[in-house]
């Protein structure tokens, strides 16, 4: 009888494609040899991908030992998305991430700063869309 696989919402996609693109780096079959791989338990994908939470143990592991992108893993491009909010909060999951990674905070702490700083930036960016950008002025070039 066949398997039926769960279906994953939004968040747990996500999640389950960040480990997808890991394992292709790796040209590895299934998420076991992952995380064989970086001494993480066998639960640890099923968890993450079951929450929905970014795995930024894995994520950060695989940063350093391959040269990819945050961008490439997280959302499956290799540049930076065009949205500077998006690139704003991709900064602050990096920043939170090497810092819980690093104890420099409590993994109860990351929900609170990562509104926190997202409401600072979001208010950043509102007030500076309302003002006026200067003109550039051209040279005039000289005969």
Known sequence: MAKLRKV????QSEVDQIFRRARELYSFGNNKQ???KFGLSESYASQ???RGAK???LIESVVDDTNVSFDFLLKG???TSDSLLEDYELAIDKALAKAS???LIGDD???AMK?????SISEMNATSITKKKPEIVKPIKSA
Do not use: E
Not at 115 to 119: A, E, G, S, V
């Open 8 to 11: 994953l919402n939004k968040k």
């Open 55 to 57: 795995p930024w143990k």
């Open 115 to 119: 509104k926190l700083l997202t409401n």
């Open 101 to 103: 990674i690093y104890k």
């Open 109 to 111: 702490k990351k929900v």
């Open 48 to 50: 993450h991908i079951g």
């Open 77 to 79: 491009v290799a540049v």
């Open 34 to 36: 992952l995380l064989t």
